[in-house]
């Protein structure tokens, strides 16, 4: 039980501490994939999101994706070998939050291995 209460409070933590914890659980959802699988090197569409998440529906992605474009967590360009595609790309301030909470968790995780 203390190894959950004392998990509770980190995630309490990591999320009062940025603005991701202003996110709802979707939007984080698919934040989180998007930044697990972007590769500055390889482009990532939305298409790709939509299809390959499977966090939720194609409508409620394209809205999540909407609340993390306003909240500046990602943002968009169009493809300019394809207009009709969109390009996503988490922002400074995905990598800095998510930079955040990684140290958070690793000193939580050391705090616990004492």
Known sequence: ????L?????IDIAANETDYGRLDDR??????WVMHRYN???PLFVQAIVLDSRVASPATIHKCLAVLDR???LSFQVDPADSRRR???PTSKANKTFGVLSRRVSE???K???
């Open 6 to 10: 004392n998990l509770r409070r980190l």
């Open 108 to 110: 939580w995780a050391n």
């Open 27 to 32: 939007s984080q959802r698919v934040l989180e």
């Open 87 to 89: 390009i996503v790309s």
């Open 40 to 42: 500055p090197k390889d």
């Open 1 to 4: 039980m203390d190894a959950w």
């Open 112 to 114: 616990q291995a004492r």
């Open 71 to 73: 909240a500046g967590f």
